[in-house]
């Protein structure tokens, strides 16, 4: 069995910072990709920013520049470093693990944390 668990969410001011925290831990050998979605009231899911066990890294456009994410494959834990938040940021953030390979060798496919809001306003 394969857990996410998120943390770092909250309210925060226009122009402020947040950084949100995803572990992963269970029956893990390795992870693939791992990433970072935002779903806001009446919208869809959408990707905010992915990064592969390499380091290589993909972000939606109204984030670039703005959002890091990056990883600790020895913890299994992806960040996503946010600055300059905007009200459009508003929404709740889930972390996701696209592939991953368990101790017994097996691959698992697409496990999703329980997502922590993250609210920007004045």
């Known amino acids: 069995q394969v857990q996410l668990v998120e943390s770092g969410g909250g309210l925060v001011q226009p122009g402020g910072s947040l950084r949100l925290s995803c572990a992963a831990s269970?029956?893990?050998?390795?992870?693939?990709?791992m990433g970072w979605y935002r779903q806001a009231p009446g919208n869809q899911r959408e990707l905010v920013a992915a990064v592969t066990s390499g380091g290589s890294t993909n972000y939606a456009d109204s984030v670039k520049g703005r959002f890091t994410i990056s990883r600790d494959n020895a913890k299994n834990t992806v960040y996503l470093q946010m600055n300059s938040l905007e009200p459009e940021d508003t929404a709740v953030y889930y972390c996701?693990?696209?592939?991953?390979?368990?101790?017994?060798?097996?691959?698992?496919?697409?496990?999703w944390g329980q997502g922590t809001q993250v609210t920007v306003s004045s």
């Open positions: 996701n693990v696209d592939r991953l390979v368990t101790i017994t060798r097996q691959i698992k496919y697409n496990y």
């Open positions: 269970g029956n893990i050998f390795s992870i693939n990709a």
